[in-house]
């Protein structure tokens, strides 16, 4: 079985889990199936659905939306600092209606 960055993509759901956007696999699959994630622009709605590098997600994360590009793909599920170093943060934006 080869690594994730061998092949140049690797599967939403994994992703998700990898850069601890979600505690669990399932957790991240269950985000993905309720279409709370946009790859690219589009809603993505197939936890395998694959991510390259250079890829931008937006994703709700407690009470905020994060928008980030990938920078490189992770190789496995490391601690924070390790998976913050595989993208950027773009911006983040408050729902509306809230203070």
Known sequence: ???PG???SIRLDKLLWYLRFARS???AQ???A???I???GRRVTRASAAVHSGATLVLPVGERIEVIRLLSLPLRRGPAPEAESCYLRLGAE???GSS
């Open 38 to 40: 946009r790859l690219d």
């Open 1 to 3: 079985m080869s690594s």
């Open 94 to 96: 408050t729902p509306t």
């Open 34 to 36: 309720a279409g709370h």
């Open 25 to 27: 696999r399932s957790i």
């Open 30 to 32: 269950a985000m993905v």
């Open 6 to 8: 061998a092949a140049g």
